[in-house]
């Protein structure tokens, strides 16, 4: 089992940047690929990026490609979302995951676990 809490989100203007983070329990957090997913109201849940377990490796929609990084610390058991250049369709909540395959997925059925969703507003 694998508590995942998301931190990071807020309002902030359009061009903007937020740095979202999510922290796992447990000591095998080295063990999951990590991703991040986003739901807009009204929208169904969309990959966001991912990230390999040692973090070699990473995956991005072409919607937020050369604006936002993830990136991971196995030390602290975080993974992170650097968003640069927002835009106001970024809105959205803003979910981590935890994937125990080797296989980096851009599909939300096979992560495992889930946090509670931090919300992430851009205003024009």
């Known amino acids: 089992q694998v508590d995942l809490v998301e931190s990071g989100g807020g309002l902030v203007q359009a061009g903007g940047s937020l740095r979202l983070s999510c922290t796992a329990s447990?000591?095998?957090?080295?063990?999951?690929?990590m991703g991040w997913f986003r739901q807009a109201r009204g929208q169904e849940r969309d990959f966001v990026a991912a990230i390999s377990r040692t973090g070699g490796l990473t995956y991005y929609d072409d919607s937020v490609k050369d604006r936002f990084t993830i990136s991971r610390d196995n030390e602290k058991n975080m993974v992170f979302l650097q968003m640069n250049s927002l835009k106001t369709e970024d809105t959205a909540t803003y979910f981590c995951a935890a994937d125990r395959s080797h296989s980096i997925s851009l599909q939300e059925g096979p992560y495992d676990y889930w946090g509670q969703g931090t919300q992430v507003t851009v205003s024009s």
């Open positions: 447990g000591n095998t957090f080295s063990y999951y690929v």
